[in-house]
T-cell receptor, first 110, second 118 residues
Framework: GESVGLHLPTLSVQEGDNSIINCAYS??????FIWYKQESGKGPQFIID?????DKRQGQRVTVLLNKTVKHLSLQIAATQPGDSAVYFC?????????FGQGTELSVKP | GAVVSQHPSWVICKSGTSVKIECRSL??????MFWYRQFPKQSLMLMAT?????????EQGVEKDKFLINHASLTLSTLTVTSAHPEDSSFYIC??????????????FGEGSRLTVL
């Protein structure tokens, strides 16, 4: 199967600070990217998406940046809250199926 | 948003037995469903793409005789882990692509099914 990951990298931030989570994708043919949040023991939850004809998209407290030149995606979370603690995955969509990146575990300290 | 339901949410079985996991789209039709597996502290790995009325397409390295997928209707796909062994213990997650309506083309995920093989 694809995208077999290593153990998750972790990011620890103070409550109220901004968080930046990075992701490198692999397929130049991907034209659609999604960020998911996964809490322990649950399925992934959609956060925000972006198409390849854009380089930035903003949602509520979240911003996704896309750099196609270096195949890099980032998720910025403003004013991080304890409820944001979870694992965050980027996913790319080559050929209609969704392939997940490695993931980052975000820990928010009160 | 649309709801995807998985059943059972967790199952414990003895080595050598087979286990069936169901994935249902509750309020929409889905021609395509995807099955993932996830080991602790790792990413979701795509196992197969399930298409209603046709054979599933498996990813490289996934044994089709080991992981039987059936997509008999537009709202139900099943994954059967045959002759399960401890190394098959994992979190299995399905997702469904909406056929039509406000969220056409979007994927929605189930809550996952945790399989433990003793």
């Amino acid at each position: 199967g694809e995208s077999v990951g290593l153990h998750l990298p972790t990011l620890s931030v103070q409550e109220g600070d901004n968080s930046i989570i990075n992701c490198a994708y692999s397929n130049s043919a991907s034209d659609y990217f999604i960020w998911y949040k996964q809490e322990s023991g649950k399925g992934p939850q959609f956060i925000i998406d972006i198409r390849s004809n854009m380089d930035k998209r903003q949602g509520q407290r979240v911003t996704v940046l896309l750099n196609k030149t270096v195949k890099h995606l980032s998720l910025q979370i403003a004013a991080t809250q304890p409820g944001d603690s979870a694992v965050y995955f980027c996913a790319e969509n080559p050929g209609g199926k969704l392939i997940f990146g490695q993931g980052t575990e975000l820990s928010v300290k009160p | 948003g649309a709801v995807v339901s998985q059943h059972p949410s967790w199952v414990i079985c003895k080595s050598g037995t087979s286990v069936k996991i169901e994935c249902r789209s509750l309020d929409f039709q889905a021609t395509t469903m995807f099955w993932y597996r996830q080991f602790p502290k790792q990413s979701l790995m795509l196992m197969a793409t399930s298409n209603e009325g046709s054979k599933a397409t498996y990813e490289q390295g996934v044994e089709k005789d080991k992981f039987l997928i059936n997509h008999a209707s537009l709202t139900l796909s099943t994954l059967t882990v045959t002759s399960a062994h401890p190394e098959d213990s994992s979190f299995y997650i399905c997702s469904a692509r909406i056929l039509a309506g406000a969220y056409t083309g979007e994927l929605f995920f189930g809550e996952g099914s945790r399989l433990t093989v003793l």
